[in-house]
């Protein structure tokens, strides 16, 4: 689904960085590990943000057997991307049912091809949270839900930045049972500062 050949990051006026090969087919979750500093999360943000600051080059670049689009409605139709502490994206002001029903009317699905009661079964969120705004969820819930969020438009490619940041132990393994159901349908790329996480959750860890 995912491939990565000779995958390099120059910033201006600071270090290059260079990338083992990467490769995430479809079923599959791959952990990317790696001392901090290293480069982990200017990888995700040079393939799935909107505002990085270095320059990119590269061999090979594909999504699906295609060249990897840069990042805009074609990538995002295809990837969910899940930065650091992406909760904190959530709207204060509606509440999450009213989230999921964005995220549905922006992918062109409707609620019923959701299998929205099934997600909330296996994040273990009672489905009267939707009906709350963020604020009213505690931390682990709200990152569950930014998990579910991202599970409902059906993406070919799940990419997650530290999802066990600041969460308890509980959370993280309902998250990992949760990415071990979700990797049935889609690839999996996840960077965590966890080896063990990695080793719990990942079919193959990349150490950077």
Same mark, same amino acid.
């Given at each position: 689904?995912?491939?990565?050949?000779?995958?390099?990051?120059?910033?201006?006026?600071?270090?290059?960085?260079?990338?083992?090969? +990467?490769?995430?087919?479809?079923?599959?979750?791959?952990?990317?590990?790696?001392?901090?500093?290293?480069?982990?999360?200017?990888?995700?943000?040079?393939?799935?943000?909107?505002?990085?600051?270095?320059?990119?080059?590269?061999?090979?670049?594909?999504?699906?057997?295609?060249?990897?689009?840069?990042?805009?409605?074609?990538?995002?139709?295809?990837?969910?991307?899940?930065?650091?502490?992406?909760?904190?994206?959530?709207?204060?002001?509606?509440?999450?049912?009213?989230?999921?029903?964005?995220?549905?009317?922006?992918?062109?699905?409707?609620?019923?091809?959701?299998?929205?009661?099934?997600?909330?079964?296996?994040?273990?969120?009672?489905?009267?949270?939707?009906?709350?705004?963020?604020?009213?969820?505690?931390?682990?819930?709200?990152?569950?839900?930014?998990?579910?969020?991202?599970?409902?438009?059906?993406?070919?490619?799940?990419?997650?930045?530290?999802?066990?940041?600041?969460?308890?132990?509980?959370?993280?393994?309902? +998250?990992?049972?949760?990415?071990?159901?979700?990797?049935?349908?889609?690839?999996?790329?996840?960077?965590?500062?966890?080896?063990?996480?990695?080793?719990?959750?990942?079919?193959? +860890?990349?150490?950077?």
């Amino acid at each position: 689904m995912l491939v990565l050949e000779d995958y390099r990051i120059a910033y201006p006026d600071g270090p290059t960085l260079a990338y083992p090969d +990467i490769h995430v087919a479809r079923g599959e979750l791959v952990g990317l590990f790696g001392p901090s500093g290293c480069g982990k999360t200017s990888l995700l943000e040079s393939l799935f943000g909107t505002a990085f600051p270095g320059r990119v080059s590269y061999r090979c670049a594909l999504l699906g057997g295609a060249p990897l689009p840069p990042p805009g409605p074609a990538l995002y139709r295809r990837v969910s991307y899940c930065p650091q502490f992406s909760q904190a994206a959530l709207n204060p002001k509606l509440t999450l049912r009213a989230h999921v029903r964005l995220v549905l009317r922006g992918n062109g699905l409707a609620e019923s091809d959701a299998d929205l009661p099934g997600l909330l079964a296996r994040l273990r969120l009672d489905e009267s949270l939707l009906s709350r705004r963020p604020g009213g969820l505690s931390g682990g819930q709200q990152q569950r839900m930014v998990l579910l969020l991202c599970a409902l438009k059906k993406p070919e490619l799940l990419v997650l930045d530290e999802p066990s940041s600041a969460i308890d132990l509980i959370t993280l393994r309902d +998250i990992v049972d949760f990415l071990d159901h979700l990797k049935s349908r889609a690839a999996v790329l996840m960077v965590a500062h966890s080896r063990p996480l990695l080793e719990r959750a990942a079919d193959r +860890i990349v150490e950077l």
